[in-house]
């Protein structure tokens, strides 16, 4: 949450020519409420089964799209089996404070206590790392440098040296 996924996954869709897709957007449609207020009325395990359905319908497409899924498809224990394929898998990432201080400037996302963000990050990000093609720390940098990282990480040839943790 806070990473700009939304911001940076409209840059990369763009730079493709490809669909954007993301789960606040998607949620937005089917349930006609954001995920802050899903969450009040919901409940935060709706909202992440929500999320976790909208990641499975983006990845169901046929067409290639860009998609930025909710951090919560981090808990998921299904996660490598879903991200599994040829997707090209990119995760933001970055300092705690800061992504809990971003999020909570929005207005569609649920906030989130700094320790309890901390504790998210340590469950979702090894499963993540362990699904992504390119981790990219967002702490410092602007969204179309993120971008650009990602359309050099694509433009690299299959079995090239990897970038970023993994």
Same mark, same amino acid.
């Given at each position: 949450m806070g990473s700009g996924k939304t911001t940076v996954g409209r *840059?990369? #869709?763009d730079r493709l020519e490809v669909p954007f897709v993301d789960s606040d957007a998607q949620l937005d449609d089917v349930m006609d409420l954001t995920a802050r207020q899903i969450t009040r009325r919901r409940g935060v395990d709706a909202l992440h089964r929500l999320e976790a359905d909208a990641l499975r319908d983006a990845l169901g497409r046929t067409e290639p799209a860009v998609i930025a899924a909710a #951090?919560? $498809?981090?808990? *998921? #224990?299904? @996660?490598? !089996? =879903?991200?599994? %394929?040829?997707?090209?898998?990119?995760? *933001?990432?970055?300092d705690v404070e800061v992504l809990a201080e971003r999020a909570a400037s929005g207005s569609h996302r649920r906030s989130v206590p700094v320790d309890e +963000? !901390?504790?998210? #990050?340590? @469950? !979702? %990000?090894?499963? *993540?790392?362990?699904? +992504?093609? =390119?981790?990219?720390?967002? $702490?410092? @940098?602007e969204p179309p440098a993120v971008a650009d990282r990602i359309m050099d990480a694509m433009? !690299?040839?299959a079995g090239s040296e990897p970038i970023g943790p993994r």
């Amino acid at each position: 949450m806070g990473s700009g996924k939304t911001t940076v996954g409209r *840059l990369v #869709a763009d730079r493709l020519e490809v669909p954007f897709v993301d789960s606040d957007a998607q949620l937005d449609d089917v349930m006609d409420l954001t995920a802050r207020q899903i969450t009040r009325r919901r409940g935060v395990d709706a909202l992440h089964r929500l999320e976790a359905d909208a990641l499975r319908d983006a990845l169901g497409r046929t067409e290639p799209a860009v998609i930025a899924a909710a #951090a919560s $498809t981090g808990d *998921l #224990a299904s @996660i490598e !089996r =879903l991200l599994g %394929g040829d997707e090209f898998v990119v995760l *933001l990432e970055g300092d705690v404070e800061v992504l809990a201080e971003r999020a909570a400037s929005g207005s569609h996302r649920r906030s989130v206590p700094v320790d309890e +963000a !901390r504790e998210l #990050a340590a @469950i !979702r %990000g090894p499963r *993540l790392k362990k699904v +992504a093609d =390119l981790v990219v720390d967002v $702490t410092s @940098i602007e969204p179309p440098a993120v971008a650009d990282r990602i359309m050099d990480a694509m433009s !690299r040839p299959a079995g090239s040296e990897p970038i970023g943790p993994r």
